[in-house]
């Protein structure tokens, strides 16, 4: 499924089973070896678009604007493909390049993250635009991302992934690039998952780092395997935050609700919103 199928999709889209779903016994033994050899978080994409490409892996909804959108295994991994050509070529990115995320919690980040891994640069998380090679903004924060004197990219965080009414200056916008990017990413180098991968609250990681923690707050998370789905209302500015609304969902074989302004259902809300989506977990 292309990034333009996301459109059509928006609403209502399968939902994952409970654990005694199609994703059973046989999807976790089968999660269980292909991630055996995962040292990158880009490695446990691959590893899930092998296993079963038309689950669910992230469900979004932003509670301020009413925003739901659910992206596959084969989605999500397209838009970061598209993303990771978007970084290796056109922003001419190389591993150990500083990539500052001024991004909330929301599915593009989630996109960039992967997309960072992919290509082998260091997703700084809320890092300084001064010292980074390329900033990545949203619609709040692109007053400070002109710091970076390198090559700057704008999100609008639209509803699907929209672009800017006017393109801010002096950035690409990221809607109106990224659709024409490859389906495909290869890295011009191999990716070494032991260099750094990963900046949040100040603390460096490798992509190994990344993959090794986010397996060992699976299980603190109740993600069990494949049929886990986990409500999070972090943010990604920690840690636990990006554990919660990505990397220990994507590393269990599960999937994620992400929801952003969360504060904004109340308790009832938030209750309707996990049977519905039949939520076996939550982080918030």
Not at 16 to 37: D, E, I
Not at 89 to 100: N, S
Not at 133 to 139: H, K, L, M, R, T
């Amino acid at each position: 499924m292309s990034i333009r199928d996301l459109t059509a999709r928006r609403k209502r889209l399968r939902r994952t089973g409970g654990p005694a779903g199609r994703w059973g016994r046989r999807a976790r033994r089968t999660l269980a070896r292909v991630n055996a050899t995962d040292r990158t978080p880009a490695d446990l994409l691959r590893s899930a678009l092998a296993a079963d490409p038309g689950r669910p892996l992230v469900t979004f909804y932003d509670d301020a604007t009413g925003e739901r959108v659910e992206l596959s295994v084969a989605t999500f991994a397209n838009w970061v493909a598209k993303t990771a050509n978007l970084l290796q070529g056109d922003l001419g990115t190389e591993p150990g390049d500083r990539v500052a995320l001024l991004l909330p919690a929301h599915w593009q980040t989630a996109v960039w993250l992967l997309a960072c891994s992919s290509v082998g640069v260091v997703a700084d998380i809320a890092g300084d635009p001064a010292a980074a090679d390329v900033v990545v903004s949203g619609p709040d924060s692109l007053e400070a991302a002109r710091a970076c004197r390198g090559e700057r990219v704008a999100l609008a965080l639209r509803p699907l992934g929209g672009r800017f009414p006017q393109p801010p200056d002096g950035f690409v916008d990221y809607a109106v690039e990224v659709p024409s990017q490859g389906d495909r990413f290869v890295p011009f180098s191999p990716v070494d998952p032991d260099e750094p991968a990963l900046i949040v609250a100040g603390a460096e990681m490798s992509g190994a780092e990344v993959v090794e923690r986010a397996l060992g707050d699976a299980a603190g998370l109740d993600l069990t395997g494949p049929g886990s789905r986990l409500l999070s209302g972090l943010g990604f500015d920690t840690w636990g935050g990006l554990s919660a609304g990505l990397y220990a969902p994507l590393a269990a074989g599960g999937s994620v609700v992400l929801c952003r302004h969360l504060e904004e259902l109340g308790e009832e809300g938030i209750a309707k919103r996990i049977e519905s989506e039949r939520v076996t977990a939550s982080a918030r």
